[in-house]
């Protein structure tokens, strides 16, 4: 049988991939923006939108960066704001486990899901930088090994408040004159070593149980953790070889965990750019791979990794003669840095360089990867839905350099193929997203109701 | 009628009605009030009455009849929905009425709150409030581990030591979430493709603000929302929070139970140390409007009284026909009230009569307006629409 494909619209907003350069580049800050590439992933049946979320602007040595793209919603506000101009769209945001506490989380992802009939979900991510810390009470000074184990206890938490009121607590019965079915609905009590509290939540079940929740997770444990727990799992791999290990290696611990491997959705980040011909397409995608490198954004890839001053080094030049500064504060700050050992980082570059007689610039050029999908539309079409058919993921989640009509131009050609072919629906199974996304209901002891 | 003078009208949304039995009445719809259509559909109403604002109560603990723990009663409400992300949900269905969420200030971390109320401003463009209020219950201390509360009652000298503390930190958070407000100059954004700069980086700014249980670096993430300042308002029953009032809030909601108490109360809040525009004083009042079937507001009142927990009120209550709630409204208006703050002893019954039958009377003696006459939050309450920016050089 045909895999569904599940689709999600992601809106970066705040990066070096989005063109603010671009003359149809709109706000990065009005809701008009949201609302546009909401309802356009709603018009092709998307499973939901996703809004990512940063707690610090962007710096280089302590001044803020000038030229990316900055500023962004508070991502619950929006999503709410969101509910009240779509209709079957999941709306999903990342929330940080570090800088919350899990009452106000439960309670605001509860109220979420009731305000959207059933469509919120949660993106959960870690911080640890002392950068983004230095603006809440606390976190910039957990240390890094607690880190995960707030992450785990965070989610355990918000789930116990979300089981912690019966479907049918609320009796509102004005005959009798009885309110709640039971004096303790909502209470709790979590003693971890995270989380000592207790009391009562204040947010009847909403409509899935549980809202989504959606992790990233590499690492062994991070796998492992994800397989277990989450809805969703947001891949880092786009290519079908490595996406193929990654998804069966999810499935096979998700089945291990005593899931069943269909309740586990993987969802590649990835992006696109069309053409009428596969030539105009490919022509596309290096133009904006250049707008994408500017000078600037060259520079700050490698010094975040050298961790010092680089502006001293013309990009088309070779690469900087001096070793990574281990010793000092970070000199990028507020970016993730997803390479890890840098003195290795950069020895594997220099080989890399040295062997292909690369600049600066054409070594980002060659890191910073591409867009997954190039070309026709047809030819897109068939791409997607074979990495999709092959078992490379169950669905990807799809961003663009250009905000907010970028999404535009899929839905208006490549989603009109997909769904000829069978591979995407062409109206909502649900209300929902947990309908939507076909994963059972739960129930309040934690097993899981097949629908 | 100029419209500097006209009354300001604002109401308090707290789930089915102010009054315990509220859920009970016939035209109650007890089992939607967790629904985004119910909140969508009071809103609207307040707006067809031209209402200059709603606010939404919130709390981190369940409803209680108990003044600092909660309770088991069965035949209340129990139950409520995060206010701030209700505003939000109404913002994009409305288009005039202003939206203030009480978010509260002793557990919920004020970059969040500097950033939920500057996006509810920028997806109702312009009308975002904030009803800054702090947790002093023992049950949300308890719901979040952090604090521990004194217990015991209000005239113990812990609990006093305990309250002055969060109205301490309330001010820092408020403080902080200005200084956050303003962190983006309006001009910072400057898209110059020639440059290569998206930001005039001098123009963001660090807020580095220093308090007695918090610090924030700052800047914030969003930029300054479409008001500059969305309008703070603050609950106050009292000399340390009308202090806190006359501190931080472009707004204060005050609880006169007659009439010598509201000409006391304007008296000694007007009086408070304050710098720029004087703080505009609203008074809260509970209101049971006189049915169409001829049962008066009183007679309501009585009734819900006899079904279980009378209605205990803070405040005055006002039972009687919309013309005696406007001479009441009248009256506070000599006085020196902003206006007033209407609490429906039950929603879906009062709110409608509010917008109805209350509106027309008081443009019938001209001091109420007969359309919206700003498109902003800070228009509506005769704020000035351009604040200037405390970290603009110019």
């Not at chain 1, 709306?91 to 979420?112: D, H, I, K, W």
């Not at chain 1, 009590?189 to 929740?213: K, L, N």
């Not at chain 1, 997607?384 to 839905?411: K, N, T, W």
């Not at chain 2, 027309?360 to 359309?371: I, K, N, Q, S, Y």
Request: aromatic share 8%; charged share 25%; net charge negative.
């Amino acid at each position: 049988m045909t895999k569904q494909i599940i689709l999600a619209a992601y809106v970066g907003g705040v990066n070096e991939h989005t063109l603010w350069e671009h003359p149809e580049a709109g706000s990065q800050i009005a809701f008009s923006t949201f609302k546009h590439v909401a309802q356009t992933a709603e018009r092709g049946r998307f499973d939901y939108f996703f809004l990512a979320e940063g707690l610090a602007l962007r710096a280089r040595d302590g001044v803020i960066f000038d030229h990316d793209i900055a500023g962004r919603p508070d991502t619950l506000a929006v999503l709410a704001s969101l509910a009240a101009v779509t209709s079957h769209i999941g709306l999903v945001g990342t929330l940080n486990a570090t800088f919350n506490e899990p009452y106000e989380l439960a309670r605001q992802l509860a109220s979420l899901d009731h305000l959207s009939g059933g469509r919120a979900g949660w993106n959960v991510v870690t911080s640890f930088d002392a950068y983004t810390g230095a603006n809440f009470r606390r976190g910039g000074f957990l240390p890094y090994a607690e880190r995960y184990e707030r992450a785990e206890e965070t989610v355990a938490t918000v789930r116990e408040l979300w089981d912690s009121w019966n479907e049918d607590a609320v009796a509102a019965d004005k005959a009798t004159g009885q309110f709640l079915a039971d004096p303790s609905a909502g209470a709790f009590a979590h003693h971890g070593r995270q989380f000592d509290i207790e009391g009562r939540f204040t947010v009847p079940r909403s409509p899935q149980g549980r809202p989504i929740v959606v992790q990233a997770g590499v690492s062994p444990a991070g796998r492992d953790f994800a397989a277990a727990n989450s809805d969703a799992i947001f891949s880092p791999y786009s290519r079908l070889a490595e996406a193929k290990d990654f998804y069966a290696d999810i499935k096979q611990r998700a089945r291990n965990a005593g899931r069943n491997p269909d309740d586990v959705k993987i969802l590649p980040g990835t992006s696109f750019v069309l053409g009428d011909t596969q030539a105009e397409a490919e022509e596309k995608a290096r133009h904006v791979k250049e707008q994408q490198l500017t000078d600037r954004t060259i520079q700050v890839i490698f010094e975040q990794v050298w961790n010092r001053d680089l502006s001293d080094y013309d990009p088309d030049g070779p690469l900087p003669d001096v070793e990574p500064d281990t010793t000092a504060p970070d000199f990028i700050q507020g970016r993730a840095l997803i390479h890890g050992d840098r003195h290795a980082t950069v020895a594997k570059w220099r080989a890399l360089a040295e062997e292909r007689g690369y600049t600066l610039r054409e070594l980002a050029h060659e890191i910073s990867g591409s867009a997954d999908y190039v070309g026709t539309p047809t030819r897109v079409a068939d791409q997607l839905d074979a990495f999709i058919q092959e078992d490379g993921a169950d669905g990807v989640v799809l961003g663009s350099h250009l905000v907010p009509s970028g999404l535009d131009e899929f839905v208006d050609r490549v989603v009109p193929l997909l769904q000829e072919r069978g591979s995407l629906r062409t109206e909502y199974e649900g209300t929902t997203l947990r309908e939507n996304l076909g994963l059972p209901l739960p129930d309040r002891d934690g097993a899981l109701v097949s629908r | 009628m100029s419209s500097e003078h006209r009354l300001r009208l604002g109401v308090a949304l707290e789930g089915a009605g102010w009054h315990p039995a509220a859920w009970r009445e016939p035209s109650s719809r007890p089992d939607e009030l967790f629904t985004p259509e119910y909140w969508v559909e009071l809103v609207r109403t307040a707006e067809a009455g031209l209402l200059d604002f709603v606010t939404i109560e919130d709390s981190l603990a369940l409803q209680s009849s108990a003044f600092f723990e909660g309770d088991s009663r069965t035949d209340e409400v129990r139950g409520r929905l995060d206010a701030l992300l209700i505003a939000a949900r109404v913002a994009p269905l409305t288009s005039h009425i202003g939206l203030i969420p009480t978010v509260t200030t002793s557990h919920t971390e004020p970059f969040h709150v500097s950033t939920g109320i500057a996006t509810l401003d920028y997806t109702s463009e312009g009308r975002a409030g904030w009803q800054a209020k702090v947790s002093g219950r023992v049950d949300e201390a308890q719901h979040f581990g952090r604090r521990t509360h004194p217990g015991g009652s209000y005239d113990d000298p812990e609990v006093q030591e305990f309250v002055g503390e969060l109205f301490a930190d309330a001010t820092d958070a408020v403080e902080a979430v200005r200084r956050l407000w303003d962190s983006w100059e309006d001009d910072a954004e400057i898209r110059d493709v020639v440059t290569d700069r998206f930001l005039d980086a001098a123009k963001v700014h660090r807020v580095d603000f220093e308090g007695r249980e918090f610090s924030i670096r700052g800047p914030s993430i969003t930029p300054r929302p479409p008001q500059g300042q969305p309008v703070v308002a603050a609950l106050a029953h009292a000399a340390l929070p009308y202090r806190f009032a006359a501190g931080s809030a472009d707004l204060v909601f005050v609880t006169p139970l007659d009439d010598r108490d509201a000409a006391r109360i304007i008296t000694e809040v007007t009086a408070l140390d304050r710098t720029g525009e004087p703080l505009r004083v609203f008074a809260d009042l509970v209101v049971a409007l006189d049915a169409p079937d001829g049962e008066t507001g009183l007679d309501r009142l009585a009734r819900l009284d006899s079904l279980g927990r009378p209605l205990v009120s803070d405040t005055l209550v006002v039972g009687g026909s919309a013309a005696d709630l406007a001479d009441h409204l009248e009256l506070l208006a000599a006085l020196g009230y902003a206006g007033a703050r209407l609490r429906p002893a039950v929603t879906t019954d009062d709110l409608p009569r509010i917008a109805n039958d209350l509106t027309p009377e008081l443009r019938r003696r001209g001091v109420f307006h007969d359309a919206y006459e700003a498109g902003t939050l800070r228009g509506l309450l005769g704020l000035p629409e351009r604040v200037p920016n405390r970290f603009a050089t110019v």
